[in-house]
């Protein structure tokens, strides 16, 4: 069984610029969560995909945005990027909508200078 | 908005020592999570509970979930170096978020 997985693992990028992150799901999950963490904070739910369509969304801008695969791999975009943006941003995959039992990602750290 | 507060935020003690650390709300969760997060890395899930007064045993770790499914609590006994990280609760909000608490950062000294 192949666990999430996450690229890249680190990244810098400037003010306003665009970053798009990857994710591929635990095998035989259909769902995908995303998650911002800034450090010494627990994540913030950024939105999720349940078969290729958003699912929900926390209280993020629209610059950020998603898509989910037919093989339920994800990308999370973010554009003119902002300072603040800097955090781990983690990728959780799971079976069936909602939030049960959700698997993490080890993560991208990006670094807005 | 339901929110979880963790206690303590931070926690350091030698090992062998037992320890409990809290996830309370003003607000009824369906189901209540605890993961585990080391740095640089994703968080691990450790368990779930979802029934008011359920008791759930991982070796050395013991979670409860309150009666009222508004809070949670995880015991250690007799910590161990291995043990050390950062513990997260998160409980089933609306709109399939995780509402997250904010952690508990536990060090077991050797």
């Known amino acids: 069984e192949t666990g999430v997985t996450q690229s890249p693992t680190h990244l810098i990028k400037t003010r306003g610029q665009q970053v798009t992150l990857r994710c591929s799901s635990q095998s035989g999950h259909n769902t995908v969560s995303w998650y911002q963490q800034a450090l010494g904070q627990g994540p913030q739910f950024i939105f999720q995909y349940y078969r290729e369509e958003e699912n929900g969304r926390g209280n993020f801008p629209p610059r950020f945005s998603g898509l989910q695969f037919p093989n339920y791999s994800s990308e999370l975009n973010v554009n003119a990027l902002e300072l603040d943006d800097s955090a781990l941003y983690l990728c959780a995959s799971s079976w069936g909508q909602g939030t049960y039992e959700q698997y993490f990602g080890p993560g991208t750290r990006l670094t807005v200078t | 908005t339901q929110l979880l507060e963790q206690s303590p935020q931070f926690l350091s003690i030698q090992e062998g020592e037992n320890l409990t650390v809290y996830c309370n709300s003003s607000?009824?969760?369906?189901?209540l999570q605890w993961y585990r997060q080391e740095p640089g890395e994703g968080p691990v899930l450790l368990v779930t509970?979802?029934?008011g007064g359920e008791v759930k045993k991982l070796k050395r770790l013991t979670f409860q979930f309150g009666d009222a499914r508004k809070d949670s609590s995880l015991h250690i006994t007799a910590a161990q170096p291995g043990d050390t990280g950062l513990y997260l609760c998160?409980?089933?909000?609306?709109?399939?978020?995780?509402?997250w608490g904010a952690g508990t950062k536990l060090i077991i000294k050797p």
């Open positions: 607000s009824v969760f369906s189901s």
């Open positions: 998160a409980g089933g909000g609306s709109n399939y978020q995780l509402i």
């Open positions: 509970v979802v029934t």
